[in-house]
């Protein structure tokens, strides 16, 4: 994850607030997941908010006081531990612990430029949809702000925390993101934003609950994949992130087999998406050996397999990636490919590109162009679901996550040089601009 803007519609969702006073004994900070249960939600945000008038602040940074104070002042029944009162996002929150970011589309000047952080905002968008914005680490107030506005057609967004308690906890499939202080039931928080399906009870099965889609990401670890002009394992990865964010940003629940560079074994991966019981599975790879163009594999025995190829094909032909075709391949054990054959969900396997094909590799050779078949494999998988997306809306892909030792050598080349954030955004944006802070940071004594 780098920037996640998840979005909730209000006809679909019920979204409601709840809250302890964190002085109180028999009502101290709940871990996220905790909070899940007791609120019976199915998601869980930290929302931050915090009555700045208190004194001292604890051991989780929380200042002491009663949460959500100055919103009684205001004559309203926020409640604490629970109340049924939907949440109220508007310009006169922005007060004791909310700062103004986007308003009717303009982002607040003052935000801070500097401090990097991870970052947790909040607001509606212009057609009455809710947005939460979840950041990792190393990201500015005002990246974030402006990442929103580019994206979104934002009324409101209004900045909640940073640090340690930005948080969420989603129960479907057990997702956990505390990214600085993550513990194993996430950060004690004081108070959260709760999301729940609209119609849903509690003995509901869970598969009714919402769609559920697994995404293979091929090689990892000592398997490089192939490697030629691109390195296959990296590529997998950038697309197959986009593609589980523009998902979940449509409801869909996914789980990954995995998020970073790390050993991922075929078998592994097949055990993992049956365990997990999803509808459907990709398996996002890249190609080698001298062709040229995007090709899909799916079951020998057709059927909803070989319409998810179908669709995912026809997406990615919109980005302008020429097609091999929806193929099958035959085995001893029938399908060739146990991703393909093991799985007990309908599965495809994804080749974007042949990265050993200059002309080819070049259509996925940096992160916005992986992301952009990440965003195809989505839509394709959103077609086949009978989930509608806003094709009106921008489907640019998150930024790229920036990891500690890159984030190391901007923050050091960028105070050596005196150099802006927008400068040295420009110069990251280059196509080798990453490698070129890098190098000059170990030029630096």
């Known amino acids: 994850m780098s920037i996640r803007c998840d979005i909730y519609d209000p006809k679909l969702y019920q979204i409601w607030f709840a809250a302890a006073p964190y002085s109180a004994a028999g009502k101290p900070a709940k871990t996220l997941r905790q909070w899940a249960a007791d609120e019976s939600a199915d998601i869980v945000y930290n929302l931050a908010l915090f009555n700045m008038t208190g004194q001292g602040s604890d051991r989780y940074g929380v200042i002491k006081g ?132 609209k119609g849903k009870t509690k003995k509901e099965d869970k598969k009714s609950m919402s769609k559920k889609v697994f995404i293979g990401v091929g090689h990892g670890g000592s398997d490089s994949g192939a490697v030629g002009y691109i390195v296959e394992k990296e590529a997998n990865l950038a697309m197959a992130l986009a593609c589980r964010d523009y998902l979940t940003a449509h409801g869909v629940e996914v789980r990954m087999s995995r998020t970073k560079d790390e050993e991922d074994p075929i078998n592994e991966e097949v055990r993992e998406c049956n365990a997990y019981a999803p509808d459907l599975a990709i398996d996002v790879h890249n190609n080698s050996g001298g062709g040229d163009g995007f090709e899909v594999f799916h079951t020998l025995n057709g059927g909803v397999g070989k319409t998810l190829a179908q669709n995912i094909e026809k997406q990615v032909k919109a980005i302008g990636q020429n097609s091999r075709g929806c193929k099958t391949r035959r085995g001893q054990r029938g399908d060739y490919y146990a991703f393909v054959r093991d799985t007990k969900c309908p599965a495809v396997i994804c080749e974007g590109v042949f990265v050993d094909t200059k002309a080819d590799a070049a259509r996925a050779d940096t992160k916005a162009k992986q992301q952009a078949f990440g965003v195809a494999y989505a839509k394709g998988i959103l077609d086949t679901l009978g989930i509608k997306y806003d094709t009106a809306a921008s489907t640019k892909p998150a930024e790229p996550e920036t990891d500690a030792e890159t984030q190391a050598a901007i923050t050091k080349v960028q105070q050596a040089a005196g150099l802006s954030d927008k400068t040295m955004q420009y110069l990251l944006d280059y196509e080798y601009g990453v490698e070129l802070v890098k190098k000059l940071a170990a030029m630096q004594k």
């Open 66 to 197: 009663r949460t959500l104070q100055y919103l009684k002042a205001k004559g309203r029944d926020c409640g604490y531990g629970g109340t049924p009162e939907r949440l109220v996002l508007d310009a006169s929150n922005a007060v004791s612990g909310w700062k103004l970011a986007v308003k009717d589309g303009k982002v607040n000047g003052s935000l801070g430029k500097s401090d990097r952080r991870s970052r947790n905002m909040c607001g509606v968008l212009t057609d009455g949809r809710y947005i939460h914005v979840q950041t990792s680490a190393s990201h500015t107030e005002h990246e974030v702000a402006q990442y929103v506005r580019d994206h979104y057609d934002v009324k409101l967004l209004l900045v909640q925390d940073a640090g340690g308690s930005t948080g969420m906890y989603r129960v479907g499939d057990n997702y956990l993101f505390a990214p600085e202080k993550k513990g194993a039931d996430g950060r004690p928080v004081c108070s959260v934003v709760c999301i729940k399906a």
